[in-house]
Protein backbone atom coordinates (compact mmCIF):
# COMPACT_ATOMS: atom_id res chain seq x y z
CA UNK A 1 0.00 0.00 0.00
CA UNK A 2 2.76 2.35 0.78
CA UNK A 3 4.43 1.74 -2.71
CA UNK A 4 1.09 2.49 -4.28
CA UNK A 5 0.85 5.78 -2.83
CA UNK A 6 3.99 7.24 -3.25
CA UNK A 7 3.26 6.67 -6.93
CA UNK A 8 0.47 8.92 -6.92
CA UNK A 9 2.44 11.27 -4.97
CA UNK A 10 4.94 11.44 -7.94
CA UNK A 11 1.92 11.54 -10.78
CA UNK A 12 0.54 14.44 -8.41
CA UNK A 13 3.76 16.52 -8.44
CA UNK A 14 4.64 15.08 -12.34
CA UNK A 15 1.16 16.51 -12.96
CA UNK A 16 1.26 19.83 -10.84
CA UNK A 17 4.79 20.89 -13.06
CA UNK A 18 3.30 19.99 -16.31
CA UNK A 19 0.61 22.90 -15.81
CA UNK A 20 3.51 25.44 -14.57
CA UNK A 21 4.03 26.72 -18.06
CA UNK A 22 0.48 27.38 -18.21
CA UNK A 23 0.92 29.39 -15.20
CA UNK A 24 3.70 31.79 -17.05
CA UNK A 25 1.65 32.18 -20.20
CA UNK A 26 -0.84 33.14 -17.64
CA UNK A 27 1.35 35.46 -16.11
CA UNK A 28 2.51 36.45 -19.26
CA UNK A 29 -0.81 37.36 -20.79
CA UNK A 30 -1.71 39.35 -17.44
CA UNK A 31 1.15 41.47 -17.46
CA UNK A 32 0.06 42.63 -21.29
CA UNK A 33 -3.59 43.40 -20.05
CA UNK A 34 -2.38 45.23 -17.15
CA UNK A 35 0.15 47.40 -19.78
CA UNK A 36 -3.13 47.93 -21.99
CA UNK A 37 -5.02 49.19 -19.65
CA UNK A 38 -2.38 51.40 -18.39
CA UNK A 39 -2.19 52.90 -21.93
CA UNK A 40 -5.62 52.88 -22.87
CA UNK A 41 -6.23 55.35 -19.72
CA UNK A 42 -3.41 57.55 -20.98
CA UNK A 43 -4.50 57.75 -24.42
CA UNK A 44 -7.85 58.51 -23.49
CA UNK A 45 -7.12 61.14 -21.28
CA UNK A 46 -4.83 62.67 -24.41
CA UNK A 47 -7.90 62.34 -27.18
CA UNK A 48 -10.04 64.02 -24.65
CA UNK A 49 -8.05 67.34 -24.88
CA UNK A 50 -6.49 66.81 -28.34
CA UNK A 51 -9.71 65.60 -30.81
CA UNK A 52 -12.25 68.02 -28.46
CA UNK A 53 -15.44 68.66 -30.36
CA UNK A 54 -15.47 71.73 -32.15
CA UNK A 55 -17.45 74.90 -31.72
CA UNK A 56 -18.54 75.19 -35.18
CA UNK A 57 -20.82 72.27 -34.89
CA UNK A 58 -19.36 70.38 -37.88
CA UNK A 59 -19.16 66.93 -38.09
CA UNK A 60 -15.60 65.51 -37.20
CA UNK A 61 -14.64 62.07 -37.74
CA UNK A 62 -12.06 62.16 -35.21
CA UNK A 63 -14.40 63.10 -33.06
CA UNK A 64 -16.61 60.17 -33.36
CA UNK A 65 -14.19 57.69 -33.57
CA UNK A 66 -12.88 58.91 -30.66
CA UNK A 67 -16.01 58.52 -28.89
CA UNK A 68 -15.96 55.35 -30.11
CA UNK A 69 -12.79 54.02 -28.63
CA UNK A 70 -13.21 55.69 -25.33
CA UNK A 71 -16.51 54.48 -24.58
CA UNK A 72 -15.41 50.75 -25.94
CA UNK A 73 -12.39 50.82 -23.91
CA UNK A 74 -14.25 51.76 -20.56
CA UNK A 75 -12.46 55.59 -20.76
CA UNK A 76 -15.83 57.27 -20.71
CA UNK A 77 -18.11 59.04 -23.03
CA UNK A 78 -16.37 62.11 -23.73
CA UNK A 79 -18.34 65.28 -22.34
CA UNK A 80 -20.75 67.14 -24.73
CA UNK A 81 -20.61 64.34 -27.41
CA UNK A 82 -24.41 63.21 -27.42
CA UNK A 83 -25.51 66.69 -27.52
CA UNK A 84 -22.29 67.45 -30.42
CA UNK A 85 -23.81 64.76 -32.81
CA UNK A 86 -27.38 65.38 -32.31
CA UNK A 87 -26.92 68.95 -33.41
CA UNK A 88 -24.40 68.32 -35.84
CA UNK A 89 -26.51 65.74 -38.00
CA UNK A 90 -29.53 67.91 -37.74
CA UNK A 91 -26.68 70.80 -39.32
CA UNK A 92 -24.98 68.65 -41.69
CA UNK A 93 -26.73 65.74 -42.39
CA UNK A 94 -27.16 66.49 -45.81
CA UNK A 95 -23.59 66.86 -46.48
CA UNK A 96 -22.45 63.19 -45.37
CA UNK A 97 -21.01 59.71 -47.60
CA UNK A 98 -22.04 56.54 -46.44
CA UNK A 99 -19.11 55.96 -44.37
CA UNK A 100 -19.70 58.77 -42.68
CA UNK A 101 -23.00 57.65 -41.43
CA UNK A 102 -22.46 53.92 -40.61
CA UNK A 103 -19.38 55.60 -38.67
CA UNK A 104 -22.01 58.14 -36.82
CA UNK A 105 -23.76 55.08 -36.38
CA UNK A 106 -20.83 53.05 -34.74
CA UNK A 107 -20.11 55.64 -32.19
CA UNK A 108 -23.69 56.52 -30.90
CA UNK A 109 -24.01 53.22 -30.66
CA UNK A 110 -20.83 52.61 -28.68
CA UNK A 111 -22.00 55.80 -26.53
CA UNK A 112 -25.69 54.01 -25.79
CA UNK A 113 -27.07 56.14 -28.15
CA UNK A 114 -30.16 54.71 -30.76
CA UNK A 115 -28.55 54.84 -33.97
CA UNK A 116 -32.23 54.94 -34.79
CA UNK A 117 -32.84 57.90 -33.59
CA UNK A 118 -29.78 60.65 -33.57
CA UNK A 119 -30.22 64.09 -34.55
CA UNK A 120 -33.85 63.49 -36.21
CA UNK A 121 -32.67 60.72 -38.34
CA UNK A 122 -32.59 56.93 -38.51
CA UNK A 123 -28.56 56.10 -39.26
CA UNK A 124 -29.78 52.30 -40.05
CA UNK A 125 -32.57 53.13 -42.75
CA UNK A 126 -30.33 55.38 -44.08
CA UNK A 127 -27.92 52.91 -44.15
CA UNK A 128 -30.03 50.25 -45.82
CA UNK A 129 -31.48 52.95 -48.32
CA UNK A 130 -28.04 53.15 -50.02
CA UNK A 131 -26.59 52.72 -53.32
CA UNK A 132 -23.98 50.05 -52.68
CA UNK A 133 -23.27 49.42 -56.10
CA UNK A 134 -21.88 53.05 -56.59
CA UNK A 135 -19.25 53.24 -53.58
CA UNK A 136 -15.82 53.53 -54.40
CA UNK A 137 -13.98 53.11 -51.15
CA UNK A 138 -13.61 49.55 -48.94
CA UNK A 139 -14.69 51.43 -46.17
CA UNK A 140 -18.26 51.96 -47.37
CA UNK A 141 -18.83 47.91 -47.18
CA UNK A 142 -16.60 47.83 -44.13
CA UNK A 143 -18.09 50.41 -42.00
CA UNK A 144 -21.78 49.92 -42.95
CA UNK A 145 -21.68 45.94 -42.16
CA UNK A 146 -19.61 46.61 -38.58
CA UNK A 147 -22.17 49.22 -37.19
CA UNK A 148 -25.17 46.75 -38.55
CA UNK A 149 -23.81 43.78 -36.82
CA UNK A 150 -22.16 45.36 -33.78
CA UNK A 151 -25.95 46.91 -33.16
CA UNK A 152 -27.48 44.04 -33.66
CA UNK A 153 -30.49 46.18 -35.72
CA UNK A 154 -31.55 42.95 -38.68
CA UNK A 155 -31.31 44.53 -42.00
CA UNK A 156 -30.36 40.85 -43.03
CA UNK A 157 -30.99 41.82 -46.87
CA UNK A 158 -28.76 44.67 -46.54
CA UNK A 159 -25.60 43.02 -44.57
CA UNK A 160 -25.52 40.15 -47.05
CA UNK A 161 -25.71 42.63 -50.17
CA UNK A 162 -22.85 44.67 -48.23
CA UNK A 163 -21.11 40.85 -47.91
CA UNK A 164 -21.31 40.41 -51.48
CA UNK A 165 -19.51 43.51 -52.21
CA UNK A 166 -16.86 43.36 -49.79
CA UNK A 167 -16.07 39.81 -50.66
CA UNK A 168 -16.03 40.83 -54.67
CA UNK A 169 -13.29 43.50 -53.25
CA UNK A 170 -10.89 41.12 -52.35
CA UNK A 171 -7.14 41.01 -54.56
CA UNK A 172 -5.92 38.17 -56.23
CA UNK A 173 -2.89 38.58 -53.65
CA UNK A 174 -5.61 37.70 -50.83
CA UNK A 175 -5.89 41.25 -49.58
CA UNK A 176 -8.13 43.89 -49.78
CA UNK A 177 -7.08 47.34 -51.30
CA UNK A 178 -8.30 51.01 -50.14
CA UNK A 179 -10.56 50.79 -53.33
CA UNK A 180 -13.66 48.34 -53.79
CA UNK A 181 -12.22 47.83 -57.26
CA UNK A 182 -9.30 47.41 -58.94
CA UNK A 183 -8.57 50.52 -61.61
CA UNK A 184 -5.65 49.54 -64.48
CA UNK A 185 -4.86 52.86 -64.29
CA UNK A 186 -3.70 53.17 -60.76
CA UNK A 187 -1.25 50.94 -59.74
CA UNK A 188 -1.60 51.43 -56.15
CA UNK A 189 -5.49 49.87 -56.64
CA UNK A 190 -4.00 46.83 -58.37
CA UNK A 191 -3.02 44.46 -54.67
CA UNK A 192 -3.87 44.34 -51.24
CA UNK A 193 -3.12 46.78 -48.59
CA UNK A 194 -2.52 46.05 -44.73
CA UNK A 195 -4.87 48.14 -43.18
CA UNK A 196 -7.62 47.66 -45.61
CA UNK A 197 -7.38 44.04 -45.07
CA UNK A 198 -7.50 44.36 -41.23
CA UNK A 199 -10.31 46.60 -41.11
CA UNK A 200 -12.18 43.99 -44.08
CA UNK A 201 -11.40 41.24 -41.77
CA UNK A 202 -12.91 42.66 -38.65
CA UNK A 203 -16.02 42.65 -40.65
CA UNK A 204 -15.80 39.39 -42.21
CA UNK A 205 -15.15 37.79 -38.80
CA UNK A 206 -18.83 37.75 -37.74
CA UNK A 207 -19.65 35.65 -40.61
CA UNK A 208 -16.75 32.76 -40.61
CA UNK A 209 -18.19 29.91 -40.86
CA UNK A 210 -19.36 29.46 -43.54
CA UNK A 211 -17.29 28.36 -46.72
CA UNK A 212 -17.16 31.23 -48.76
CA UNK A 213 -16.31 33.74 -46.36
CA UNK A 214 -13.78 30.72 -44.45
CA UNK A 215 -11.75 30.73 -47.39
CA UNK A 216 -11.79 34.90 -48.00
CA UNK A 217 -10.67 35.24 -44.57
CA UNK A 218 -7.75 32.45 -44.75
CA UNK A 219 -6.16 34.12 -47.76
CA UNK A 220 -6.97 38.14 -45.88
CA UNK A 221 -5.20 36.52 -43.02
CA UNK A 222 -2.17 34.79 -44.64
CA UNK A 223 -1.73 38.25 -46.12
CA UNK A 224 -1.76 40.46 -42.68
CA UNK A 225 0.74 38.02 -41.30
CA UNK A 226 2.88 38.09 -44.25
CA UNK A 227 3.06 41.98 -43.22
CA UNK A 228 4.39 41.36 -39.60
CA UNK A 229 7.88 43.03 -38.90
CA UNK A 230 10.67 41.86 -36.58
CA UNK A 231 9.47 44.80 -34.10
CA UNK A 232 6.43 42.58 -33.65
CA UNK A 233 4.37 45.56 -35.50
CA UNK A 234 3.21 45.63 -38.83
CA UNK A 235 3.55 47.44 -41.82
CA UNK A 236 3.67 47.97 -45.42
CA UNK A 237 4.68 49.75 -48.85
CA UNK A 238 4.64 53.01 -46.70
CA UNK A 239 6.52 51.25 -43.57
CA UNK A 240 5.69 50.20 -40.50
CA UNK A 241 3.59 52.29 -38.06
CA UNK A 242 1.28 52.28 -35.16
CA UNK A 243 -2.29 52.53 -37.37
CA UNK A 244 -1.48 49.51 -39.42
CA UNK A 245 -0.46 47.97 -36.32
CA UNK A 246 -3.11 48.85 -33.98
CA UNK A 247 -5.35 47.55 -37.47
CA UNK A 248 -3.63 43.85 -37.27
CA UNK A 249 -3.88 43.08 -33.66
CA UNK A 250 -7.95 44.86 -34.01
CA UNK A 251 -8.74 42.22 -36.51
CA UNK A 252 -6.96 38.92 -35.00
CA UNK A 253 -9.24 39.89 -31.73
CA UNK A 254 -12.25 40.34 -34.01
CA UNK A 255 -11.31 36.68 -35.60
CA UNK A 256 -10.78 35.43 -32.13
CA UNK A 257 -6.91 34.80 -32.84
CA UNK A 258 -4.49 35.03 -30.01
CA UNK A 259 -2.29 38.02 -30.94
CA UNK A 260 -0.07 36.63 -28.55
CA UNK A 261 0.39 33.07 -29.67
CA UNK A 262 3.98 32.39 -30.26
CA UNK A 263 4.01 32.45 -34.09
CA UNK A 264 2.88 36.32 -33.37
CA UNK A 265 6.14 36.51 -31.10
CA UNK A 266 8.93 38.18 -32.97
CA UNK A 267 12.42 39.01 -31.67
CA UNK A 268 10.17 38.30 -28.27
CA UNK A 269 8.16 41.17 -28.95
CA UNK A 270 4.30 40.67 -29.01
CA UNK A 271 2.13 42.56 -31.14
CA UNK A 272 0.80 44.38 -27.41
CA UNK A 273 4.71 45.29 -27.40
CA UNK A 274 4.96 47.00 -30.46
CA UNK A 275 1.99 48.96 -30.00
CA UNK A 276 2.60 50.44 -26.96
CA UNK A 277 5.91 51.26 -28.43
CA UNK A 278 4.54 53.66 -30.39
CA UNK A 279 3.33 55.98 -26.99
CA UNK A 280 4.56 59.03 -26.59
CA UNK A 281 5.68 61.17 -22.76
CA UNK A 282 2.11 63.47 -23.67
CA UNK A 283 0.31 60.13 -23.36
CA UNK A 284 -0.59 59.97 -27.25
CA UNK A 285 0.63 57.61 -29.84
CA UNK A 286 3.31 58.75 -32.28
CA UNK A 287 2.10 59.77 -35.73
CA UNK A 288 4.68 59.64 -38.96
CA UNK A 289 6.35 63.20 -38.06
CA UNK A 290 6.92 61.29 -34.04
CA UNK A 291 4.46 63.90 -33.17
CA UNK A 292 1.24 62.25 -31.02
CA UNK A 293 -1.38 61.90 -33.38
CA UNK A 294 -5.30 62.08 -33.56
CA UNK A 295 -5.88 58.82 -35.90
CA UNK A 296 -3.45 56.96 -34.90
CA UNK A 297 -4.30 57.34 -30.76
CA UNK A 298 -7.66 56.49 -31.60
CA UNK A 299 -6.89 53.47 -33.09
CA UNK A 300 -4.22 52.30 -30.90
CA UNK A 301 -7.64 52.86 -27.71
CA UNK A 302 -9.93 50.65 -29.91
CA UNK A 303 -7.21 48.02 -30.79
CA UNK A 304 -6.09 48.01 -26.98
CA UNK A 305 -9.73 48.02 -26.22
CA UNK A 306 -9.97 44.96 -28.35
CA UNK A 307 -7.67 42.83 -27.34
CA UNK A 308 -8.27 43.47 -23.80
CA UNK A 309 -11.71 42.31 -24.60
CA UNK A 310 -10.52 39.35 -26.46
CA UNK A 311 -7.94 38.60 -23.32
CA UNK A 312 -10.97 38.56 -20.55
CA UNK A 313 -13.52 36.88 -22.52
CA UNK A 314 -15.66 39.85 -22.41
CA UNK A 315 -18.16 41.11 -25.50
CA UNK A 316 -15.65 41.74 -28.54
CA UNK A 317 -14.85 45.42 -29.76
CA UNK A 318 -17.74 45.25 -32.07
CA UNK A 319 -20.43 43.55 -30.17
CA UNK A 320 -22.40 45.98 -28.48
CA UNK A 321 -24.54 43.69 -26.12
CA UNK A 322 -22.92 45.05 -23.43
CA UNK A 323 -23.32 48.78 -23.99
CA UNK A 324 -25.98 50.06 -21.42
CA UNK A 325 -28.41 52.87 -23.05
CA UNK A 326 -27.28 56.23 -22.65
CA UNK A 327 -29.25 58.16 -19.70
CA UNK A 328 -27.73 61.65 -19.01
CA UNK A 329 -29.79 64.33 -19.27
CA UNK A 330 -28.34 66.44 -21.93
CA UNK A 331 -26.61 69.79 -21.56
CA UNK A 332 -25.87 72.57 -23.89
CA UNK A 333 -22.63 72.17 -25.61
CA UNK A 334 -20.11 74.59 -24.12
CA UNK A 335 -16.58 75.71 -24.06
CA UNK A 336 -16.56 73.78 -20.68
CA UNK A 337 -17.63 70.70 -22.65
CA UNK A 338 -14.53 70.80 -25.20
CA UNK A 339 -11.83 70.30 -22.60
CA UNK A 340 -10.82 67.08 -21.41
CA UNK A 341 -13.43 65.42 -19.74
CA UNK A 342 -12.23 64.73 -16.03
CA UNK A 343 -14.69 61.80 -14.95
CA UNK A 344 -11.85 59.38 -13.39
CA UNK A 345 -11.16 56.09 -14.13
CA UNK A 346 -9.38 53.86 -12.29
CA UNK A 347 -7.46 51.05 -14.26
CA UNK A 348 -9.68 48.55 -12.33
CA UNK A 349 -12.86 50.00 -13.84
CA UNK A 350 -11.73 49.85 -17.57
CA UNK A 351 -13.28 46.98 -18.84
CA UNK A 352 -14.16 44.76 -16.10
CA UNK A 353 -13.26 41.41 -16.36
CA UNK A 354 -16.51 39.19 -17.29
CA UNK A 355 -15.13 36.13 -19.17
CA UNK A 356 -13.23 33.10 -17.76
CA UNK A 357 -9.72 33.65 -20.01
CA UNK A 358 -8.26 36.63 -16.91
CA UNK A 359 -9.00 33.31 -14.70
CA UNK A 360 -6.35 31.04 -16.55
CA UNK A 361 -3.77 31.75 -13.75
CA UNK A 362 -6.14 31.69 -10.82
CA UNK A 363 -7.23 28.38 -12.23
CA UNK A 364 -3.90 26.94 -12.60
CA UNK A 365 -2.79 28.08 -8.71
CA UNK A 366 -5.54 26.01 -7.89
CA UNK A 367 -4.52 23.21 -9.21
CA UNK A 368 -1.45 22.75 -8.51
CA UNK A 369 -2.18 23.23 -4.90
CA UNK A 370 -4.43 20.92 -4.97
CA UNK A 371 -2.40 18.19 -6.11
CA UNK A 372 0.48 20.01 -3.74
CA UNK A 373 -2.50 19.20 -0.62
CA UNK A 374 -3.48 15.32 -2.50
CA UNK A 375 0.29 14.34 -1.99
CA UNK A 376 0.93 15.76 1.49
CA UNK A 377 -2.66 14.22 1.92
CA UNK A 378 -1.01 10.41 0.40
CA UNK A 379 1.87 10.64 2.35
CA UNK A 380 0.15 11.03 5.85
CA UNK A 381 -1.72 8.15 4.94
CA UNK A 382 1.47 6.23 4.63
CA UNK A 383 2.79 7.23 7.73
Not at 34 to 55: C, G, H, V
Not at 58 to 70: K, L, P, Q, R, S
Not at 107 to 116: E, F, Q, V
Request: net charge negative; charged share 20%; glycine share 8%.
Amino acid sequence: MKKYSMKAVIALLCAALLLTPFLFTAAAADTDIAAAKESALKIAAWLKTNAAIPQSGEIDGNVDWTAFACARSGCGIPAGYPVYIDKALRAHFDELYLTDIARIALAAGACGLDARAVGGYDLIKEIAASDFGSQSYTSAAVYPLLALNSLDVGQEDTKETLLAVLLAAQRPDGGFNYLLKADPGNAYSLDGDLDSTAMALQALAAYAGTAEVDAAISRALAFVKAGQKESGGFGGAWGESADTTAQALTALCALGVDPLADEFIKSGNTIVDALLAYSNPDGGIRGWDGNSNVMSSYQALYALAAYIRFAQGDCALFDFADVQPFTEEPTTVSEETTAEDTTAVSEEELIPQTGAAGKTGAAVFVLFSAAAAGAFALRKKDE
